[in-house]
């Protein structure tokens, strides 16, 4: 019996610092991740302020919280999430959160949840961002995202290892870690491999710009004529004038005068992107991929 009684102890400490700390999901420093931002601190005393904010309210059992310090101000956040939804809970728990110290005042009531992106992975001379600005466009063949629901993590990696394949099989392939996605992208093109030009556009709605893929382009997306969404192809739906059974008119929806318009689903292609670039001008280029 008093084995029995240890081992629970053990597995219910163990299960409490789960609860304290915030670990179960294992986050790397390349893996995104979501945080509750608590409040943001600014004025002569900043972090003074927000490290006696936060004293208070882990005593009041609101934890685990940390402090990001900037120049200006400090930042005080909760939690390490996977996904918006992993964090609702806590979210409404800080909103919500008095203290008697400070009576009904809800010092966090401006709470939300924010995307802390993880770091850039993968070879400099493979990243996007890294090509000389001569080359202003690229082909994309696939994307990553990572996503909660089905447990499909690592978008970054993959399209590294994506990346890596298609260099291998001889292809000039490329990656980009944006916000909530990475890209893989194949070649690098200057202005003149797309033409534009500025055509009406239907229902007279002005003027757009209309553009045409140079013979190098569409030798790309013929040997790569279908995008992935985290390895499998994406699929979309587009109205048509199709007129249905009459059956299954109450699926249809009207398309233009006196027509009826049903959905047709087929494998989105890949497409042209415009090179993506540094948000700041201070980031000087690397150079690679002048070639």
Not at 30 to 44: H, K, Q, T
Not at 165 to 171: A, D, I, Q
Request: net charge positive; glycine share 8%.
């Amino acid at each position: 019996m008093k084995m029995i009684f240890r081992i629970g102890h053990a597995v219910c400490l163990a299960a409490l610092a789960v609860a304290l700390t915030g670990c179960g999901p294992s986050f790397s420093a390349d893996s995104d991740e979501f945080r509750i931002l608590l409040e943001a601190y600014n004025g002569p005393d900043h972090a003074k302020k927000a490290v006696s904010v936060k004293e208070v309210a882990e005593r009041d059992g609101l934890m685990p919280l940390s402090i990001v310090s900037k120049q200006n101000m400090t930042e005080l956040y909760m939690g390490r999430y996977l996904s918006t939804d992993a964090a609702e809970k806590d979210l409404k728990r800080a909103q919500a959160y008095k203290s008697t110290r400070w009576g009904d005042f809800r010092p966090f009531a401006r709470a939300r949840t924010v995307l802390i992106p993880g770091n850039d992975i993968g070879p400099p001379e493979w990243n996007l961002l890294n090509v000389h600005p001569r080359y202003v466009y690229t082909v994309v063949i696939m994307t990553f995202y990572d996503d909660a629901k089905t447990g499909y993590f690592g978008r970054r990696q993959r399209a590294v290892d994506a990346c890596r394949k298609l260099r291998n099989e001889g292809e000039q392939a490329y990656f980009h870690h944006g916000t909530t996605n990475s890209s893989v992208c194949i070649g690098l093109f200057k202005v003149n491999g797309v033409r534009s030009r500025m055509v009406d556009a239907p229902g007279g709605g002005g003027r757009v710009e209309q553009r045409s893929a140079g013979p190098e382009i569409q030798a790309i997306i013929k040997r790569f004529p279908k995008i992935y969404d985290n390895n499998t192809h994406r699929v979309v739906s587009v109205p048509t004038a199709k007129r249905p059974s009459d059956t299954n008119l109450q699926n249809a929806r009207p398309a233009g005068e006196g027509q009826y318009g049903t959905m047709e689903k087929f494998y989105a292609p890949s497409y042209v992107i415009d090179i993506p670039r540094r948000p700041s001008v201070r980031d000087p280029f690397a150079g690679f991929g002048d070639s």
